[in-house]
């Protein structure tokens, strides 16, 4: 069964503050990695896919990397309009998604 | 209009009552999703459709029935709902080229059983 944890729960930066939000999975093989940002009272909108450790994607000041345990989402000199909750989802042995319930993030100005 | 648009994006009802979700997708996507969204708990797939055809139904309740008349349109029928139904519920379109990972989600349906 795929497996998916992030930490932390919640998380609140100062803008400028950088940090990262960590993804742990287990899965018996790996087909994908998902990361999607949800706004209040939105629908989740896709950021990246990441297929093999190593990977690394970015979007703006977000990066995105991949090993064989887990992904992280580093958010570089982050502004209040990144605050959101971001959400990782695999796609291993499962036909579909297994998501995470997700790491809410607070930028403070 | 573009995206993925639900409605109502609020619903308040009874146990007794009888609605639809209702979901348009404006993408030329060939496969549908609901989600169900509760607070502080992962996406619940509940029902997959690819070219019409029922492909995934995550051991739902009877209670929620979907329907797929076409691509680019999706419906869920609710039926004596628990209060335990209560939740975003999210629609979401994607390409079977692009596999299963990358959906484009509607705003959802905030559902209340009172």
Redesign the interface.
Known sequence: EDQ?TQSPEALRLQEGESSSLNCSYTVSGL??L?WYRQDP??????LF?LYSAGEEKEKERLKATLTKKESFLHITAPKPEDSATY?C?V?GSA????????TQLTVLP | ETGVTQTPRHLVMGMTNKKSLKCEQHLGHNAMYWYKQSAKKPLELMFVYSLEERVENNSVPSRFSPECPNSSHLFLHLHTLQPEDSALYLCASSTRDRGVGELFFGEGSRLTVL
């Open positions: 998916v087909r994908g998902f009272g939105k629908g989740p909108e896709f896919t959400l989802a796609h036909r579909q998604l297994t998501f995470g319930s997700g």
